[in-house]
T-cell receptor
Framework: GAGVSQTPSNKVTEKGKYVELRCDPI?????LYWYRQSLGQGPEFLIY????????DSGLPNDRFFAVRPEGSVSTLKIQRTERGDSAVYLC?????????????FGAGSRLTVL | AQTVTQSQPEMSVQEAETVTLSCTYD???????LFWYKQPPSRQMILVIR??????QNATENRFSVNFQKAAKSFSLKISDSQLGDAAMYFC????????????FGTGTRLTIIP
């Protein structure tokens, strides 16, 4: 596609529920990143995929968070047993590769609200 | 670990005037990239300008330019002839050219344009 697409745009859920957030990167982009942006803060790194594999998942806060990218394109961020503190905007970005020179293109994010 | 600091939570400027946003960073690396991203209320992060650390010449993009001081680890953004559409959150970001290619963001500066 022309840009990075994220769905849903907004998600409201109850504490303890399971949530999936989807990211459709730019066609041909091998690198994909997930970030979390809490209110009034800068984006915080969660996980980076190069192709199908997670090259760096050091930013995932705990084992309730998991992400997959089975075919090296679309990625899904999965959050189990959601907590109120998980409320944030989840941003996805993609780039041609993981090299530092490659520019990240961001999607518009998915706003998650946990009641 | 690299850190990025933006010490101005909010800035305002009169339309058509010039404003400078500050950013400092900490790293032990010599090869890296620095970025300024703009985030309007639509949430999508938009790349404003990029600087390669090994280039001494400051990057410019139309009304946007940077003052990159490598020894001082300073990377400020100058916006000339400010326009109403420049109102947004501005984030400074660092990206290594070795190993982990994630972007590390500062906490942002909210820029208001006064008509």
């Amino acid at each position: 596609g022309a840009g990075v697409s994220q769905t849903p745009s907004n998600k409201v859920t109850e504490k303890g529920k399971y949530v999936e957030l989807r990211c459709d990167p730019i066609s041909g982009h091998t690198a994909l990143y997930w970030y979390r942006q809490s209110l009034g803060q800068g984006p915080e790194f969660l996980i980076y995929f190069q192709g199908t594999g997670a090259a760096d998942d050091s930013g995932l806060p705990n084992d309730r968070f998991f992400a997959v990218r089975p075919e090296g394109s679309v990625s899904t961020l999965k959050i189990q047993r959601t907590e109120r503190g998980d409320s944030a905007v989840y941003l996805c970005a993609s780039s041609l590769g993981g090299n530092g020179a490659n520019v990240l293109t961001f999607g518009a994010g998915s706003r998650l609200t946990v009641l | 670990a690299q850190t990025v600091t933006q010490s101005q939570p909010e800035m305002s400027v009169q339309e058509a005037e010039t404003v400078t946003l500050s950013c400092t960073y900490d790293t032990s690396e010599s090869d890296y990239y620095l970025f300024w991203y703009k985030q309007p209320p639509s949430r999508q992060m938009i790349l404003v300008i990029r600087q390669e650390a090994y280039k001494q010449q400051n990057a410019t993009e139309n009304r946007f330019s940077v003052n990159f001081q490598k020894a001082a680890k300073s990377f400020s953004l100058k916006i000339s002839d400010s326009q109403l559409g420049d109102a947004a959150m501005y984030f400074c970001a660092y990206r290594s050219n070795f190993g982990n290619e994630k972007l590390t963001f500062g906490t942002g500066t909210r820029l208001t344009i006064i008509p």
